[in-house]
């Protein structure tokens, strides 16, 4: 797989932001292809990159991913839990896609 052989590259030559997008990477096909609980370790691998790198903004578009497997494995309500930790970072950077994620949680509400 082509992102395996990125994420290998990027920890060889010490490219942190792309070690965090190609495990965001991995964690959507993952969950496309639904292996729910591998694409729940690859998200957790970028929201730890995330971190690590203080990249606020790519953390909570992570949250959001893992949001809608967390959705789609297991019910709203891990994924309610998860999209107001994305949207806690989102209004704190007044990020305009902070309002894609109240809608979502609008519609786990119901």
């Keep these: 797989m082509f992102c395996e052989q990125a994420l290998a590259l990027c920890h060889e030559i010490g490219e ?3 070690e965090g997008g190609t495990w965001d990477s991995l964690g ?4 496309n292809l639904g292996n ?3 694409a729940f370790a690859y998200y957790q691998q970028a929201i ?7 990249n606020r903004y790519h953390q909570a578009t992570t949250l959001v991913h893992l949001g809608e497997t967390q959705y789609s494995a297991a019910g709203r309500e891990a994924a309610r839990v998860t999209w107001q930790q994305a949207l806690a970072i989102l209004d704190d950077l007044h990020h305009p896609d902070a309002d894609k994620v109240r809608v979502k949680l609008l519609l786990a509400a119901t």
Excluded: S
Aim: aromatic share 12%.
């Design 36 to 38: 729910h609980l591998h």
């Design 16 to 18: 942190r932001l792309c």
């Design 48 to 54: 730890d990159r995330w971190r690590e790198l203080g």
């Design 28 to 31: 959507y096909i993952h969950h």
